[in-house]
């Protein structure tokens, strides 16, 4: 299973953003997806999590009602679409899949594979 991040970039503050994970191998349909931080000299963050059906959704509070996650199975891809975007989101972006049919996670550990990650800037 790979998975690459991208869509990151340079936005100023108020401004927004959309990642987007790709999946390839395995059975995508059948994943939990989650997208997690890491700020500069900071530990890795949850951000976001969606079962396998997008029926199910875990937000951290610091970015609930700005930020979406969703999923496209058909395309193997999550999205996860950041409004109202603060200096503070600034930080490298990672999907993961959990490869186990359970609800999503908030923690890392639980999640088999990774992606190499997406530089999202947010200047004040």
């Known amino acids: 299973v790979q998975l690459q991040a991208f869509g990151g970039g340079l936005v100023q503050t108020g401004g927004s953003l959309r990642l987007s994970c790709a999946v390839s191998?395995?059975?995508?349909?059948?994943?939990?997806m989650g997208w997690f931080r890491q700020a500069p000299g900071k530990e890795r963050e949850f951000v976001v999590a969606?079962?396998?059906?997008?029926?199910?959704?875990y937000y951290a509070d610091s970015v609930k009602g700005r930020f979406t996650i969703s999923r496209d199975n058909a395309k193997n891809t999550v999205n996860l679409q950041m409004n109202s975007l603060k200096p503070e989101d600034t930080a490298v972006y990672y999907c993961?899949?959990?490869?186990?049919?359970?609800?999503?996670?908030?923690?890392?550990?639980?999640?088999?594979?990774w992606g190499q990650g997406t530089l999202v800037t947010v200047s004040s």
């Open positions: 993961a899949a959990d490869l186990n049919v359970r609800n999503p996670s908030r923690r890392p550990g639980e999640y088999d594979y």
């Open positions: 191998g395995g059975t995508f349909s059948r994943y939990a």
């Open positions: 969606i079962s396998w059906s997008g029926v199910i959704t």
